[in-house]
Nanobody
Framework: QVQLVERGGRLVQAGGSLRLSCAAS????????MGWFRQAPGKEREFVAA????????VTYYTDSVKGRFTISRDKAKMYLQMNSLKPEDTAVYYC????????????????WGQGTQVTVSS
């Protein structure tokens, strides 16, 4: 059974940093594209960042609102989202996602999704 499990979400003050991780099990995800989405209360789920698989060079993509503040990365075991200079508007449930195609990840149609981890940024 394929599972994606996110960890690292918590309450943090504005200007602070958090590192989210996503662990995959049940299959090998090294060549899969992976990404992060988030959903704030009362809002639609939105794309945050994505990274292509190891066979595609690990190319990264970001939504404009997080460029320069967030960094997506991965190793053989996990994917990460380093979040710096956090703002109250970054408050959301953050979801890990994976698919064989990075374009599918970026538009939110990936096959695999985690359960999410809550990030709350206080002002």
């Amino acid at each position: 059974q394929v599972q994606l499990v996110e960890r690292g979400g918590r309450l943090v003050q504005a200007g602070g940093s958090l590192r989210l991780s996503c662990a995959a099990s049940g299959r090998t995800f090294e060549t899969y594209a992976m990404g992060w989405f988030r959903q704030a209360p009362g809002k639609e789920r939105e794309f945050v960042a994505a990274i292509s698989g190891s066979n595609s060079g690990g190319v990264t993509y970001y939504t404009d609102s997080v460029k320069g503040r967030f960094t997506i990365s991965r190793d053989k075991a996990k994917m990460y989202l380093q979040m710096n200079s956090l703002k109250p508007e970054d408050t959301a449930v953050y979801y890990c996602t994976a698919d064989s195609l990075v374009r599918t990840v970026r538009i939110g149609n990936a096959v695999y999704w985690g359960q999410g981890t809550q990030v709350t940024v206080s002002s």
